[in-house]
């Protein structure tokens, strides 16, 4: 069956970094753009970035610009968001998510709280 599987949430301090990984598997993986999104307390989902599936472009929300890298591994089925510079306000559950037309999966995400 279709999986993805956030890791590397955690604590951070305000400036410091996280490393999120999600695997996924039960699908063709090559073949779907992935992005990251985040809920944080009390508020709505929030897109973050994203990847076309064979990497070739990305985008991500305005206020993680210069800070969030994603890139993607279509031979280990993997995409990973690279966190730098975290501020409170990043604070969220981090959900991955697989689309394709129609078609979207989700992970059960991971937790990221940025806090001194």
């Known amino acids: 069956q279709v999986q993805l599987v956030e890791s590397g949430g955690g604590l951070a301090q305000p400036g410091g970094s996280l490393r999120l990984s999600c695997a996924a598997s039960g699908f063709t993986f090559s073949n779907y753009g992935m992005t990251w999104a985040r809920r944080a307390p009390g508020k709505g989902l929030e897109w973050v970035s994203g990847?076309?599936?064979?990497?070739?472009?990305?985008y991500y929300e305005d206020s993680v610009k210069g800070r969030f890298t994603i890139s993607r591994d279509n031979a280990k089925n993997t995409v990973t968001l690279q966190m730098n510079s975290l501020k409170p306000e990043d604070t969220a559950v981090y959900y991955c998510?697989?689309?394709?037309?129609?078609?979207?999966?989700w992970g059960q995400g991971t937790q990221v709280t940025v806090s001194s």
């Open positions: 998510n697989a689309r394709r037309g129609v078609s979207s999966y």
């Open positions: 990847i076309w599936a064979d990497g070739s472009d990305t």
